[in-house]
Every structure is written in C-alpha cells, then in structure tokens.
T-cell receptor, first 116, second 116 residues
C-alpha cells in the first residue's frame, strides 16, 4: 500500500525565515512519482513539482527547493526567505507507474503561516 | 487557470437528494481523477478514469458513482446525500500515458457541496 506522511500539521514562521516541510512516503513500487501541491486560502490546488523515483537529483526553483532521498524515503520541501504569500497548505503526494498503481495519494498536508 | 473546469462551483442541497458534479479536463488529458476534501479527512482519492474506463478506485462510497464520457468529460454522481457528504470535491486531469509515465495532475477549482 502507498502512504504519505506529513508529520508537521502546522508551521508558523516570520517573513524571511527559511522553512522546511517534511514528507515521508511508503511504497513497494520500484517506479513511482512524488509531487508537491500548494493550496492557498483561495482553495485551488496548485501543482509545484513532480519527481520520478529514478531521478534523485535535487531541484531548485527560485526560493523553492526540494530534497529527494530514496534512502530515507523522504521528499522534503524548503522555502527560502519565506514571504506572506507563501502562506498556504502544502500537500505531498505519491503515485505509482501508470500501468501498475495509478492513483495519487496525498499526505494530510502542512499548514504554513508566514507572519509579516 | 489550470485548464480544468468544474461545475457548479457551489451546491446546496438537502439530505437524501442526488446531485451531479461535472468536470471538463484539460485539452488533451485522457485521465480524470476525483477527490473529496473535508476538514477532518484531508484529500481523499475517490476514483480515476482513463480514456473512458475506470482505472483506479479509492474510498468511494457505494452511494457515489462516476463515469467518463467519450468527449472525456466526467461526472460524479452523489446520491442519498448525508450531512457528512458536505465537502469540497475536486476533479483533476493528467496526461498519464500508457507507456508507464505518470504525470502531474492539474486540479479544477472544486465544487463546494453543502448538505443541509
């Protein structure tokens, strides 16, 4: 069975602080995909990144960076120099290969509040 | 704008009634997912269709059903509604090819269902 755990329910930081959101996953698949989504107060779910299981290269996009480590089954998300607009619920998700286990399972989400 | 269209945006109905939620995927996407988001349950995967066929099933109640039509739009039917069915229902679509790659899903803005 596939499972995603986001142990941090809520995080509060002050603007310009760095913050890391943790994601730990469980899967028996050898091919799988990890995702991060952002849900701002307006409610829509915004795709941030996809990572394939065979690509452990970390990724940086502006103030966002992601650290994928298969050895610890983790896919953590760091926001550098946080801003008030980063306040949202962030979800980590996992899916298997399309031909095997296709549904995308979400973690419970981490609510990030960035205070001015 | 994700390109996924959900209608209606809001729906208020009484217990015992039946409603239909509609989803139009992004142009070219063959895969459609349905999710339920309630305050205490997070994002729950309900069901997924690929090119008209059911592909994966999650925690979908027997009172709920879905289908994907030849033009690829999808409908989620909820019947014998209960107060606990009040939630935000999301539709998402993805390319999800048959070659094994599983791609990110793009979400609609959701339908907020209130059962009174």
């Amino acid at each position: 069975a596939q499972k995603v755990t986001q142990a941090q329910t809520e995080i509060s930081v002050v603007e310009k602080e760095d913050v890391t959101l943790d994601c730990v996953y469980e899967t028996r698949d050898t091919t799988y995909y990890l995702f991060w989504y952002k849900q701002p107060p307006s409610g829509e779910l915004v795709f941030l990144i996809r990572r394939n299981s065979f690509d452990e290269q970390n990724e940086i996009s502006g103030r966002y960076s992601w650290n994928f480590q298969k050895s610890t089954s983790s896919f953590n998300f760091t926001i550098t120099a946080s801003q008030v607009v980063d306040s949202a619920v962030y979800f980590c998700a996992l899916s298997g290969a399309f031909y095997n286990n296709n549904d995308m399972r979400f973690g419970a989400g981490t609510r990030l509040t960035v205070k001015p | 704008d994700s390109g996924v269209t959900q209608t209606p945006k809001h729906l208020i109905t009484a217990t015992g009634q039946r409603v239909t939620l509609r989803c139009s995927p992004r142009s070219g996407d063959l895969s459609v997912y349905w999710y339920q988001q309630s305050l205490d349950q997070g994002l729950q995967f309900l069901i997924q269709y690929y090119n008209g066929e059911e592909r994966a099933k999650g925690n979908i109640l027997e009172r709920f059903s879905a289908q994907q039509f030849p033009d690829l739009h999808s409908e989620l039917n909820l019947s014998s509604l209960e107060l606990g069915d009040s939630a935000l229902y999301f539709c998402a679509s993805s390319v999800a090819s048959g070659q094994g790659r599983n791609t990110e899903a793009f979400f609609g803005q959701g339908t907020r269902l209130t059962v009174v």
